[in-house]
């Protein structure tokens, strides 16, 4: 009996040793390998194609004419240069007097001052007079006529689509926050307005008594 037990011992210490020596490096049949193992995708890159060379026929874009969750409606334009010439009669939804304008200036800044700059002039942190990393000036949306003249419409259809330099905003904004964003940049520019109105107008009483004055003396 204890010859056994000695041998059964033996037998169960060897056992135990070589399975704490063996490694196992084969996980074994993955049932769906798709979701066993991840494909790595860089940010932002088209994966249409690797899909659809895999066999499977999924684009990840939503159904063509659907609103998603949350949105206010579906912008129909397309971005071409029709739907641009186009985007100038566009209107936005938002009643002014709703607007949260410092949630608007808040979602400015957030997406839109580092190269626009805080106070709209074109020299955010990416421009910086020139010293930042882009060496092309942003659009100065305040004291530049061609952008105070463009329409919110326009401005919607930029921010949407994305317009030379700048990309789309689309997937950061939702659709009101965009048109909240042009709002905030509207009203800036009506207040630049303003505010070039009186300058000039106080220029203008100062130099008339003066040029009264000159005319009385002669």
Not at 59 to 68: H, M, Q
Not at 185 to 209: E, L, M, N
Request: aromatic share 8%; proline share 4%; net charge positive.
């Amino acid at each position: 009996m204890k010859k056994f037990l000695i041998i059964a011992g033996c037998v169960v210490t060897g056992i135990v040793i070589v399975s704490c020596n063996h490694v196992r490096r084969d996980t074994g049949r993955a049932y769906m390998p798709d979701m066993a193992y991840s494909v790595a995708y860089e940010t932002y890159a088209p994966s249409g194609e690797r899909l659809k060379a895999s066999g499977a026929h999924y684009t990840g874009l939503p159904v063509e004419g659907t609103i998603a969750r949350g949105e206010m409606f579906a912008y129909m334009l397309k971005n071409d240069s029709a739907g641009y010439v186009q985007s100038a009669s566009v209107k936005s939804p938002l009643v002014a007097e709703s607007i949260d304008m410092k949630e608007a200036q808040r979602l400015y800044l957030v997406n839109c001052g580092i190269c626009h700059g805080a106070k709209l002039d074109g020299n955010g942190p990416l421009y910086k007079g020139g010293d930042g990393p882009y060496l092309a000036k942003p659009a100065t949306l305040v004291g530049d006529a061609v952008y105070e003249a463009m329409a919110e419409g326009t401005m919607f259809h930029s921010v949407t689509y994305g317009k030379n330099s700048m990309g789309s905003y689309a997937s950061q904004l939702s659709t009101k926050q965009r048109w909240m964003v042009i709002a905030y940049i509207k009203s800036k520019q009506a207040a630049g307005k303003t505010a070039t109105s009186a300058v000039a107008a106080d220029t203008s009483a100062v130099k008339k008594p003066a040029m009264d004055t000159v005319t009385k003396k002669m």
